[in-house]
């Protein structure tokens, strides 16, 4: 998909609408620098956005994605070819989040260390150690817990019996026991608890 072939599509549809980026954001509760990123060609709408976008602007979700309105004649062609293309960059970034989740674990890890290290070997009052390591920790958990959220809703975990994959709540990643990124959890589809492991499509 062309990012700015749809930017410049979507501002199109919205001056024809007779609206600024301001009345557009505001019927769906965003500001107008994320219209202005998607008119840029910067970011997509989000995926729970694009359905109402479409209808404030009465065009198709297959036109939106194409950048201009389709013609019928070859309108299932271009729908699959952008639904593939879809699940794709979804794949992409998804990959590149798990990745981030890895620095982020790393670094937290290496500032608790810091911390650590510096309040057991450097000299200074008691009552200064103590905030070294509270700040510390408090930093290491914060990191972990966004390092959490990103593995539970990058890509889909598997069930060992169903094969259902499918994108748990961070309750149940949050309290898995788990190996690396392999957690033990129940399925919501045949409800037996297994070792499932992080995959990044859908099928």
């Known amino acids: ?38 008119e840029n060609g910067k970011a997509m709408p989000d995926s729970s956005l694009m359905l109402e976008l479409c209808s404030e602007l009465e065009i198709t979700v297959n036109d939106l994605l194409n950048g201009e309105v389709t013609e019928m004649t070859n309108y299932k062609e271009i729908y699959e070819k952008n639904l593939l293309e879809m699940v794709k960059q979804k794949e992409e970034a998804d990959k590149r989040m798990l990745s981030l989740e890895i620095l982020i674990g790393i670094f937290s890890i290496i500032i608790l260390i810091a911390f650590v290290f510096t309040a057991a070997f450097v000299n200074m009052a008691d009552w200064l150690r103590i905030v070294l390591l509270l700040v510390g920790f408090a930093v290491c958990l914060v990191g972990v817990m966004f390092a959490l959220k990103i593995e539970q809703e990058a890509g889909y975990y598997e069930c060992a019996h169903c094969r259902h994959r499918y994108v748990p709540t961070f309750k149940s990643v949050l309290w898995a026991p788990h190996v690396n990124r392999t957690r033990h959890m129940k399925c919501p589809e045949c409800g037996k608890k297994s070792w499932q492991k992080k995959v990044i499509s859908k099928e």
């Open 1 to 38: 998909m062309d990012q700015i072939k749809i930017g410049k599509f979507i501002a199109q549809c919205r001056k024809e609408k007779g609206l600024t980026q301001m009345q557009l954001a505001e019927k769906f509760g965003i500001t107008d620098r994320a219209v202005s990123k998607w």
